[in-house]
């Protein structure tokens, strides 16, 4: 492992892992600010920003951003999550340098152009459009509506259309300046990079920032509910929340375990009950989402009017046996799909950099593979089935229907079936 | 490059490329075998085999299938496309035999059982619901249609309800018996593998397989027209295509670069004057894609019902000018963006023995990245703007539409304002 991490003098922290053996690189910005960190009127600002970063700077057009790093075959992206945004690009080796210039420019002194301003606020109502056909995705947002009603981090990424309409230069400015401070930046690269390189030319575009004020943020609080969207869909899409630990809660590792076997694979409880045995859907999935102060074990089906009530009837009853039947062999085939995914999936730069920027940002530090392997292997079956019994015996949980929902049941009434 | 192939004595081929410093393998068999081998009244079943391979065999049940691989970690999976079929695992190192013996097992002696094949038709007809609940998935099935009617490669690869309903064992059968002969087979491993051990092991399970009579295939031919669903959707999804040269046409080359120059990235001129100039859409692209005897040019916007003429009439405009104005500078950003995507995606070992395969099934053997970058590099700007002249030029050109489509133009006007 050749992981070296650096701060400069202002706080912002450096991560990178040099690989051998490839030639491309992927460096990115990962700020620790996103749709939580927005007041209610601000919700949608996040993502306008991420957007308008690429819309043009004090050296660079829209056009010369896009030209520089696709002239030498680059790629670069952004996307806004709801704890953090981020800027990366996949490069070759020799272009590390031109795509931290372009990151650290649009992330820095973006122009907010009046006209470009006016332009992109369309494409993002289309956006808006494009996530509400795409109901295998933008049931996940109505899900954390439900699970956090009216608190910041259960309001949608790309906000309210009404919202969208109304942003102008300042908003952009005033969320730059409360959330891009040096404290919450971290810079990680990884693939065919130099750390000492990256550390000079990050000091270099990043070093002249003064911290910021601390923030206030307010903490979460899992609530629960519903939220139905009738539509004349082909399937009823289905998505249900329970709370689950924050990512620095030891039990984060029995979530995880939990959340494979019972919706990982195709081995997995859910799959062989719901699709494999009865054939009452295509996608089910059961995943255990973290954030700083709480998270969410969820689970999402997609089927049809006809079978919404026995498919939710099913999950419920999966999620009720299982503190009672867990086995080990569904332990250790959850934790060997864990980590063969960690080391399979750590194989591509991209991904790699981006675990290592979230590891600084939660701990301060890169915990090695062996140290994650450690801590997967150190749940036990009886932690694994407390975990489910916990779980199982919560009172909160959320429920998001979108399609032909109106015979659908009523998370009241699937509450009841879980907790008989 | 450590790429190396080898022919069974009954026809099959088997290529391998070890990839050093990798501890996982990806192994797969690709079949070229898909939709355009259906009969009209087999329309569907391709894909319908693919999902009974999983739903148990002589020596494992479905369950057993899916806990073999999920047991030490891995992940196997599975596709269905017009002219191929591929069944696929990524493992750590230690499991390739396991992996290549479940999917020899899985594709030559699936059970067909009946009480799964009554489960397994339940699923898929559920996978059609999600698939129209996709539209900019869906849009794509409907665009090849309306290039190749009443043909086989322009039939969906899930089918029709109605026959997927109908479906039988014999059916099932039929299709393994006409198509999964030995000489359609090739099987491919990247990454940490062994290539004397993968022949050994495919000697084992595929050598006793003798070779089928060979297949008669008709021939396609795009001929184009329209297709419209009108639907209460958010966003009306709008692909076109115009045809594009088969795989093996060296005007390939001159096809993805115009692709790429066109609509292949941020800087892309279909990006650029519909989404970064206006605001119309929030994705918009263009790709080559291509068959062994024909190709489509496809592009795809989604846009607001108000803006589906405004935006279609743009990229008419576009497809119009391109002949005349094309410029080194976006002939050489495109030959970048393809040799850099080319290496960066063959990092991993997953694509890398996608290619393989595909190389090894169009060519017999698999040309070097050198050779590649040599035919992209070739390409000059009159070969491009002369490509992009016969392609504005071509008669034929097929539209699809979804969503509110009720304003939008017909192709009719499209096709005489490109020709204009």
């Known amino acids: 492992m050749t992981v070296r991490i650096d701060t400069l003098g202002n706080g912002m922290r450096i991560v990178t892992e040099a690989m051998p053996g490839f030639e491309s690189a992927s460096v990115g910005l990962w700020i620790n600010a996103g749709g939580r960190h927005e007041r209610v009127e601000q919700n949608g600002i996040a993502h306008f920003l991420e957007h308008m970063a690429f819309k043009g700077t004090a050296r660079r057009s829209a056009l010369q951003i896009a030209e520089e790093i696709e002239d030498v075959g680059g790629y670069i992206n952004a996307y806004t999550g709801r704890e953090m945004t981020a800027y990366y690009a996949r490069v070759l080796a020799a272009d590390v340098p031109l795509a931290l210039d372009v990151i650290a420019d649009i992330t820095l002194e973006p122009a907010f152009d009046l006209s470009e301003i006016e332009v992109e606020r369309g494409v993002i109502l289309q956006e808006i459009g494009q996530a509400l056909d795409t109901p295998d995705d933008i049931i996940f947002d109505w899900?954390?509506?439900?699970?956090?009603?009216?608190?910041?981090?259960?309001?949608?990424?790309?906000g309210a259309p009404e919202l969208v309409r109304s942003f102008g230069r300042g908003d952009l400015s005033t969320f730059v300046a409360e959330h891009y401070g040096p404290e919450h930046l971290v810079l990680a690269a990884a693939?065919?990079?130099?750390?000492?390189?990256?550390?000079?030319?990050?000091?270099?575009?990043?070093?002249?920032?003064?911290?910021?004020?601390?923030?206030?943020?307010?903490?979460?609080?899992?609530?629960?509910?519903?939220?139905?969207?009738?539509?004349?869909?082909?399937?009823?899409?289905?998505?249900?929340?329970?709370?689950?630990?924050?990512?620095?809660?030891?039990?984060?590792?029995?979530?995880?375990?939990?959340?494979?076997?019972?919706?990982?694979?195709?081995?997995?409880?859910?799959?062989?009950?719901?699709?494999?045995?009865?054939?009452?859907?295509?996608?089910?999935?059961?995943?255990?989402?973290?954030?700083?102060?709480?998270?969410?074990?969820?689970?999402?089906?997609?089927?049809?009017?006809?079978?919404?009530?026995?498919?939710?009837?099913?999950?419920?009853?999966?999620?009720?046996?299982?503190?009672?039947?867990?086995?080990?062999?569904?332990?250790?085939?959850?934790?060997?799909?864990?980590?063969?995914?960690?080391?399979?999936?750590?194989?591509?730069?991209?991904?790699?950099?981006?675990?290592?920027?979230?590891?600084?940002?939660?701990?301060?530090?890169?915990?090695?593979?062996?140290?994650?392997?450690?801590?997967?292997?150190?749940?036990?079956?009886?932690?694994?089935?407390?975990?489910?019994?916990?779980?199982?015996?919560?009172?909160?949980?959320?429920?998001?229907?979108?399609?032909?929902?109106?015979?659908?049941?009523?998370?009241?009434?699937?509450?009841?079936?879980?907790?008989?």
Chains 1, 2 share one sequence.
């Open 143 to 158: 899900l954390q509506e439900a699970a956090f009603p009216g608190q910041p981090i259960g309001r949608t990424i790309l």
């Open 191 to 420: 693939g065919a990079v130099d750390h000492e390189q990256i550390v000079k030319l990050a000091d270099k575009a990043f070093g002249h920032l003064t911290p910021r004020p601390s923030r206030i943020q307010d903490a979460a609080q899992f609530q629960g509910g519903e939220v139905r969207e009738n539509k004349p869909l082909e399937q009823v899409h289905f998505a249900m929340a329970l709370e689950g630990p924050n990512y620095r809660d030891p039990d984060i590792y029995a979530a995880q375990i939990y959340a494979s076997a019972m919706g990982g694979g195709m081995s997995s409880r859910l799959f062989q009950e719901v699709r494999e045995k009865r054939g009452l859907c295509y996608s089910i999935f059961a995943q255990a989402g973290a954030y700083g102060d709480t998270g969410l074990m969820t689970i999402y089906a997609g089927t049809s009017a006809d079978d919404i009530t026995g498919l939710s009837e099913l999950v419920i009853d999966e999620l009720r046996r299982a503190p009672d039947d867990l086995t080990d062999a569904e332990l250790n085939r959850a934790r060997n799909q864990m980590k063969a995914g960690l080391l399979m999936g750590l194989e591509g730069p991209s991904s790699r950099a981006e675990r290592l920027a979230r590891m600084v940002h939660i701990w301060g530090r890169a915990p090695s593979l062996a140290e994650t392997v450690g801590k997967i292997d150190a749940v036990t079956l009886s932690d694994l089935r407390a975990f489910a019994q916990r779980l199982a015996s919560e009172a909160p949980a959320a429920m998001a229907l979108y399609g032909p929902a109106e015979g659908a049941p009523a998370l009241m009434g699937l509450k009841e079936r879980l907790a008989a």
